[in-house]
């Protein structure tokens, strides 16, 4: 992947690149041995999906506040190649159950803020990853993150539903993680991943757009250059406006999650505005616990999570480039 139109911040570190890469080509031969190929989890998974900067970030924190579930921590995710042997060293290193006079167990307490993030990136050894190193193992390069169904027959389904398994065999929780790379192919995914739920998040047009503008200039120092994934109509808004790329990239994508879903069981997914999960994220969870319940997974554990967030909806776009995504709204009406 080209990074060199990043921001100087936002540079992937080289050296830890090629570190990681020498040491999950290492855990990718020895973690095969671990596997049961054919193995699919025996707990749901819950995949969250959604437009980029929608709020699925602080979904999948919030969730792992709850004490309820597993997830990808920024520690896990530099085991790419085999996250159930990394989930395993976490919880030697986190879990006090596994202390033994104090040796190794890191302090818990010591986490930063546990609902603040930057860009999706979060801080913290435990904090929320996305995760995008695991999915592209098994996703065949392409033009867009839509793939056609000879694309789909390339991805390694056994091994995929080995690894999250076997990553849930150690855990014994329902793992949480984010699927916005397959917002275009949700139907396939339901399907490879058996019993696995679907939460989508959603968010006002316009501080979606606002929100995606802005992350373009942070990421790459101007708001002309594509920011997140690519729908399928990407040819055709690249070369558009930024305003015009950003609503169109929105539509696209919300349209065809709706799409997906739609092909999906409606007591596999639930759809949850960023608004309401902000204002009572009680109410959310009561919803995702019907939801679990459904899937013969019921949550033991009642509510003892944040009474609420503070919802971001100060407008920071001036009048011009306000009137501009006015406009390109109006295209979608």
């Known amino acids: 992947m080209n990074t060199a139109n990043r921001t100087t911040q936002h ?21 095969d041995k671990s596997l049961a ?32 579930f597993s997830w990808p921590t920024n520690f896990i995710s530099r085991f790419y190649a ?7 060293v976490q919880q030697m290193l986190t879990n006090p159950d596994y202390d033994f006079q104090g040796e190794l167990t890191l302090d818990r307490s010591s986490n930063p803020d546990p609902f603040v ?22 996703l065949p390069e392409a033009d867009t993150h839509f793939l056609c169904e000879d694309q789909l027959a390339q991805i390694d389904r056994p ?30 995914l339901a399907e490879a991943v058996p019993g696995s739920v679907f939460i989508h998040i959603t968010r006002d047009q316009f501080m979606n757009t606002q929100s995606l503008l802005e992350a373009r200039r942070e990421f790459h120092g101007a708001a002309e250059t594509w920011y997140s ?43 949850v505005a960023y608004e309401d999960l902000c204002s009572n994220p009680l109410h959310v969870y009561e919803e995702i616990q019907k939801m679990m319940a459904g ?34 709204w109006q295209a979608y009406r």
């Open 295 to 328: 899937q013969g997974c019921p949550l033991a554990r009642a509510y003892d999570g944040s009474e609420s967030f503070a919802a971001n909806r100060q407008i920071r776009l001036d009048e011009a480039e306000q009137a501009a995504v006015h406009r390109a």
């Open 159 to 188: 091994r995929l539903q080995a690894e999250l398994a076997a990553w849930q065999a150690v855990t014994r929780k329902p793992l949480a993680m984010k699927a916005l790379i397959m917002n275009w192919n949700l139907p396939w």
């Open 37 to 68: 190929l054919g193995t699919a989890p025996d707990l749901p998974t819950i995949f969250l999906v959604g437009c980029a900067r929608s709020g699925t970030t602080l979904a999948l924190q919030w969730l792992s506040s709850l004490g309820q």
């Open 229 to 271: 994934f690519r729908p399928p109509q990407y040819d055709q808004l690249k070369d558009l406006a930024p305003a015009e790329q950003v609503a169109g990239q929105i539509h696209h994508t919300e349209s065809a999650v709706i799409e997906g879903l739609a092909r999906i069981a409606p007591e596999r997914q639930l759809t």
């Open 82 to 88: 085999a996250p159930w042997v990394g989930e395993r």
């Open 117 to 138: 993030s930057r860009l999706g990136k979060t801080h913290g050894l435990l904090a929320p990853n996305e995760f995008w190193y695991w999915w592209r193992r098994f």
């Open 11 to 31: 540079q992937r570190n080289h050296n830890l690149e090629d570190l990681l890469g020498h040491l999950n080509a290492d855990l990718s031969q020895l973690g």
